[in-house]
């Protein structure tokens, strides 16, 4: 049993080792970290304008969300497109790991490159605008943004795996992401949304994580620390559970009808 | 073939790679449900600033640019990829027109998107701008869709020597777009040195046109800034023009067109 875990973890490790190495070398794969948080200039050029400092975390918060959600949303859900038009795909298939679990491995390595973009963000916020953010909770901030890019790996997984296989991905790409950080109330509380939406937020991830997020940046106290990220976790589990499934299910029935190629 | 053909010709190679990258379906449902979405949230941050001043300065200036984006700077790459740019390297005429026609076509997506948000903003966010307004839009983002091109064929000519850097350029031209030139702040909240370049770049004059029509101001202030917005706008063309055929030289001279 014990062998059976360490080869699995094992395997992780080295699929997560070899992404490392191709995002390195691929310029296009970090491309949110280095654009998402330019935006960081514009929100805050807005606050700052409006003379609302007390804003400044709620820049910093989307700026996180919008990198690390980008990294997941575009990047990784890209995997599998790109691998099919490679006609890579198929080698990956007929190796015994199942397909499922490398891509998410892979997947939850690029949407951790995201977390580059917190850093970026309060360092444009220190120093291109010379406004002091303070850090009054760091380890509940870390403790945040792993749940985060857990759960936004999990999110990456299932899409991945339901849109690369259509060959649809950039389509769907372009028209959920915007939703999805709307209804999250990214850069804006979802206090601000219709009644309607305000119902929807609590099924994204990103709604339990923008919230945690900014009262990581406010001094007072958090409330309900360890339940909110159990929510973000349980819902990241979910999401990748779900998405491993549909692509090792998928890829079975392709297997069967001989029409991995073909499709 | 003079240039104009070619340029004709190219433009329908344009239209044809815009039919592969986008349907009538994916435009609709996926590109306009995104730059709807970026809509809805400068509503969304007007309101949480609580100041309808600044939710209308928000709203006029992100709609006006709600298409633009630099997008021909990457289909200037595409030639490279396509096998297609040695052979117009060989041609005996200029590589201008035909670089044009094909990136021309994106022109019409940035305007319409544009166009799309302002009415989306009308009919779903009960935004009522003045009338004299909306007919300063008309031309003002048809200039600064236009503008915004002549610079993206510039960046498009520099880029065919590192076509892997375009998506980034892409990107960064068209954050500056959006932070610097007046869109959601005024260009004097930033330094004059940053004034000095959002003077400079494309967007920034034809968009304080817009928001002067939309403020009433006299006409002569709107033709001001439409005549610095098209000078702008020359000034880009005149230097893509005279960069399209020097890159190709180079990379020819240096035999790097194959294999960049």
């Known amino acids: ?263 | 073939m003079n240039h104009w053909r070619v340029f004709r010709v190219s433009l329908l190679v344009g239209v044809r790679d815009f039919r592969l990258f986008w349907n009538w379906r994916t435009w609709l449902f996926g590109w306009l449900s995104r730059i709807l979405t970026s809509a809805a949230s400068w509503v969304l941050v007007g309101r949480l600033l609580g100041d309808t001043a600044r939710l209308n300065y928000l709203l006029v200036g992100n709609a006006a640019v709600a298409g633009v984006g630099t997008f021909a700077v990457a289909v200037s790459a595409w030639e490279r990829w396509d096998g297609t740019y040695a052979l117009l390297v060989v041609a005996p005429r200029s590589m201008a027109p035909a670089m044009m026609g094909r990136t021309a076509v994106w022109i019409l997506h940035w305007i319409g998107s544009s166009f799309a948000t302002f009415v989306f903003l009308w009919l779903a966010f009960s935004w009522h701008p003045p009338t004299i307004g909306l007919l300063v839009a008309i031309p003002g983002v048809t200039l600064l869709a236009l503008s915004t091109y002549a610079l993206s064929l510039f960046l498009g000519a520099c880029i065919g020597r590192v076509p892997a850097l375009r998506n980034i350029l892409i990107n960064i031209l068209t954050s500056a777009i959006l932070v610097l030139c007046g869109v959601s702040v005024p260009v004097s909240f930033w330094p004059r040195w940053v004034q000095a370049i959002a003077a400079v770049l494309p967007t920034t004059h034809a968009l304080a046109a817009i928001r002067a029509g939309f403020a009433g101001q006299p006409g002569w202030v709107v033709a001001r800034d439409m005549g610095l917005e098209a000078l702008v706008g020359l000034g880009w063309l005149t230097l893509a023009v005279l960069t399209i055929d020097r890159m190709a030289e180079a990379g020819r001279a240096d035999g790097s067109i194959h294999f960049s």
């Open chain 1, 1 to 263: 049993m014990i062998t059976r875990l360490q080869s699995f973890v094992f395997r992780l490790w080295v699929v997560a080792r070899m992404q490392l190495r191709l995002s390195r070398r691929n310029v296009e794969d970090l491309l949110p970290v280095i654009v998402m948080p330019l935006l960081t200039f514009g929100s805050v050029a807005i606050f700052l304008d409006a003379k609302r400092v007390d804003l400044l975390g709620h820049a910093l918060t989307a700026s996180t969300l919008l990198t690390v959600g980008q990294m997941g949303f575009f990047v990784g859900s890209d995997l599998v497109s790109l691998e099919r038009r490679d006609q890579l795909l198929e080698l990956m298939v007929a190796t015994p790991t199942a397909y499922g679990v490398v891509l998410a491995a892979r997947i939850f390595v690029i949407t951790a490159l995201g977390l580059l973009g917190v850093v970026e963000g309060w360092l444009i916020v220190r120093f291109a605008f010379g406004v002091p953010v303070p850090l009054p909770h760091a380890p509940e901030l870390l403790a945040t943004l792993l749940a985060t890019v857990a759960a936004a790996s999990g999110m990456a997984t299932l899409f991945s795996a339901l849109f690369g296989l259509a060959r649809s991905s950039r389509t769907f790409q372009h028209a959920v992401n915007g939703p999805f950080y709307l209804l999250g109330g990214v850069l804006v509380p979802v206090a601000y949304l219709p009644t309607w939406a305000q119902h929807l937020s609590p099924f994204t991830f990103f709604y339990w994580s923008a919230d945690l997020l900014r009262d990581c940046f406010r001094p007072e106290a958090i409330h309900s620390l360890g339940s909110r990220l159990a929510i973000i976790v349980a819902l990241g589990v979910s999401f990748g559970g779900s998405g491993v499934l549909v692509v090792n299910r998928m890829l079975h029935r392709l297997r069967r009808d001989g029409a991995l190629g073909l499709s």
